[in-house]
T-cell receptor, first 113, second 110 residues
Framework: NAGVTQTPKFQVLKTGQSMTLQCAQDMNHEYMSWYRQDPGMGLRLIHYSVGAGITDQGEVPNGYNVSRSTTEDFPLRLLSAAPSQTSVYFC????????????FGDGTRLSIL | GQSLEQPSEVTAVEGAIVQINCTYQTSGFYGLSWYQQHDGGAPTFLSYNALDGLEETGRFSSFLSRSDSYGYLLLQELQMKDSASYFCAARMDSSYKLIFGSGTRLLVRP
């Protein structure tokens, strides 16, 4: 049972480069989200989706794009990487029911030089 | 705005009981969750309160008071492995998105 799978686990980019962080879940969850976590900080919501074809902005969406073409996949795109985007990125999924837990991937550790 | 406040750090002795508080300010509120995160790991779900009162799951309990916009996580019979960061998270509207507090780092000493 894979759960939420994120790739890559580690990535180093140069300022100005673009890249896509991949996220896939095999639990048929409607809701998926992306968070970033800076050292010693909490998780801040970047973007989220309540189903295929539906996405919305979270707390810190600037510099990131998302799409949700299937229930399983929710990629996060960095358009032009900046050092301020150095962080650990977590993808999460859950069902729509309020008392159900959010399942997190293992994270992608991203450094922007 | 929407915010959740937690103490930044708590220290306790192995075998003791510790309470981690969370206060929230939101325009809407649907429930409060708690997550545990060990260093270098991913957050994992501990508990969820939608209604006022206490929810118990083994050594962990969580409490919610909607009238006070306040909740807490209670950890009993502390073990060294409980040393981790603990986050409260609120579902604030019907979109199902979760907003997290900044986390409380718990250090359990022998």
């Amino acid at each position: 049972n894979a759960g939420v799978t994120q790739t890559p686990k580690f990535q180093v980019l140069k300022t100005g480069q673009s890249m896509t962080l991949q996220c896939a879940q095999d639990m048929n969850h409607e809701y998926m989200s992306w968070y970033r976590q800076d050292p010693g900080m909490g998780l801040r919501l970047i973007h989220y989706s309540v189903g295929a074809g539906i996405t919305d902005q979270g707390e810190v969406p600037n510099g990131y794009n998302v799409s949700r073409s299937t229930t399983e996949d929710f990629p996060l795109r960095l358009l032009s990487a900046a050092p301020s985007q150095t962080s650990v990125y977590f993808c999460a999924s859950r069902t729509g029911q309020g008392n159900q837990p959010q399942h997190f991937g293992d994270g992608t550790r991203l450094s922007i030089l | 705005g929407q915010s959740l406040e937690q103490p930044s750090e708590v220290t306790a002795v192995e075998g003791a009981i510790v309470q981690i508080n969370c206060t929230y300010q939101t325009s809407g509120f649907y429930g409060l969750s708690w997550y545990q995160q060990h260093d270098g790991g991913a957050p994992t779900f501990l508990s969820y309160n939608a209604l006022d009162g206490l929810e118990e799951t083994g050594r962990f309990s969580s409490f919610l008071s909607r009238s006070d916009s306040y909740g807490y996580l209670l950890l009993q019979e502390l073990q060294m492995k409980d040393s981790a960061s603990y986050f409260c998270a609120a579902r604030m509207d019907s979109s199902y998105k979760l907003i997290f507090g900044s986390g409380t780092r718990l250090l359990v000493r022998p």
